[in-house]
């Protein structure tokens, strides 16, 4: 379709970034209004782990941007730079910091939703990062740039029937996260009424007695996780790895979820790396209290700032719903050495204190986790082809290769 290109500048009320409140990262909260960084801003996705919060009086600073429903948001500087996504209406009110802008559509003549495809497009994606590159000292879009960036832009009905059609697989998508979400905390409650409550099936009848870590059931054993698992050390250059497999970095291992949903191509690998098999745990040793910790669905290579935990026979789940814990994520956080970019050891993981229950239990235990990690698994693999079949039409719809303008698609909807 023969669209005209606007210049951003034209059809938004506002094109601007925030700043951190006076105090820096020390001022931050657990709760108040939310502060929007890079961190949190992925293509179509948002993600609440790492999240900080301001008090009113720091919000107060930064009313100039304040999230409103329906804006747009853009990482603007940095590794993260021309990410974008829509501005999640349950966080609000929030505020974002200098490396994230705030872009607001004008309702008549721009579609939100329709905006984020347009900018996560390959073709526009690549406008924006060789803009970003251009710059003297750092990747970064600045206020000028973005309002000087031109998009093609179809009539406002057009606009929402494209934003339906992708919509919908995003919606399923995120219904498969939600549903991970759950099913994680699920096998994390199984593992914590069992070995951190000790209320397993038939506890009842099972006295109390002294141990090195003080009272565990009787039949119980008292050990360290250096026993149920080892460290793989395997390494591999990069000349050494095929094409067809697959890389896992830090950037790719989700924060406090279990399951991988994402990795990277081969052709990205430039030094050393660890190879990893199916059923291995990847544990992010740098800054360990971001909480990457994840199950591997497939055989690969990662990175070296990644633990590769191998579970002994028959302890596959317990490895994982241990390594998961928040207990074990705080045990690596205080024996991780370094100041700026701390890191944790194996040395010190093996010796996180465990118990460890009969045989027969143990089977049990697995056997009522299984299915469950399993089904994350599946999940994950069904994100995987929804992303697949959304990025193939994307670019083809907001361009008009695909021409929707004729189709009856409800957009009715569609909520900012």
């Given amino acids: 379709m023969d669209w005209p290109s606007v210049p951003l500048g034209h059809i938004t009320s506002k094109i601007g970034s925030g700043a951190t ?93 329709f905006l984020v495809y347009s900018l996560v497009a390959p073709r526009n994606k690549a406008r924006l990062l060789a803009i970003a590159q251009g710059g003297a000292t750092r990747e970064a879009l600045t206020k000028r740039t973005l309002e000087e960036f031109d998009i093609p832009l179809p009539p406002l009905p057009v606009q929402r029937k494209i934003a339906a059609v992708l919509a919908a697989y995003d919606e399923l998508i995120e219904n498969n996260l939600r549903r991970i979400e759950i099913l994680e905390e699920m096998a994390q409650g199984v593992y914590r009424e069992w070995f951190v409550n000790f209320r397993y099936p038939g506890h009842e009848d099972v006295p109390l007695v002294d141990s090195p870590l003080g009272a565990i059931p009787e039949g119980w054993e008292a050990a360290r996780f250096g026993t149920i698992a080892v460290e793989v050390k395997e390494g591999v250059e990069p000349s050494a790895l095929l094409e067809d497999e697959r890389y896992v970095g830090l950037e790719h291992i989700p924060r406090e979820s279990f399951t991988l949903t994402d990795s990277g191509s081969i052709a990205d690998v430039k030094s050393r790396k660890w190879r990893f098999e199916a059923g291995d745990v990847l544990f992010g040793r740098l800054r360990p209290y971001f909480h990457k910790v994840a199950l591997a669905p497939f055989d690969g290579a990662c990175s070296t700032d990644a633990i590769v935990i191998r579970p002994e026979a028959g302890f596959e789940e317990l490895v994982l719903q241990v390594a998961f814990s928040k207990e074990f994520v705080a045990h690596a956080v205080a024996t991780s050495g370094g100041t700026d970019r701390p ?66 698609i409800d957009t009715d909807w569609l909520v900012a």
Avoid: M
């Avoid at 409140?21 to 790492?50: H, M, Q």
């Avoid at 465990?354 to 986790?369: G, K, T, W």
């Fill in 21 to 113: 409140p006076r105090g820096g990262r020390n001022s931050y909260k657990t709760e108040g209004v939310a502060l929007i960084r890079s961190l949190n801003v992925y293509d179509l996705e948002f993600d609440t782990s790492g999240l900080a919060y301001i008090d009113e009086e720091q919000a107060a600073q930064l009313d100039n941007v304040a999230v409103q429903p329906g804006d747009v948001l853009l990482n603007i500087t940095g590794a993260s730079v021309a990410r974008c996504a829509l501005a999640p209406t349950a966080l609000l009110p929030a505020r974002v910091n200098q490396h994230v802008a705030i872009l607001r559509p004008l309702i008549e003549f721009l579609d939100s939703r």
């Fill in 343 to 408: 890191r944790a050891k194996w040395r010190d993981l093996a010796n996180f204190p465990i118990v460890l229950p009969p045989r027969q239990l143990r089977q049990a235990f697995s056997d009522a986790v299984r299915p469950i990690v399993n089904l994350t698994q599946v999940l994950a693999r069904q994100n995987a082809n929804l992303r697949s079949t959304r990025d193939l039409l994307l670019p083809k719809l907001v361009s008009g290769e695909i021409d929707v303008s004729d189709l009856d």
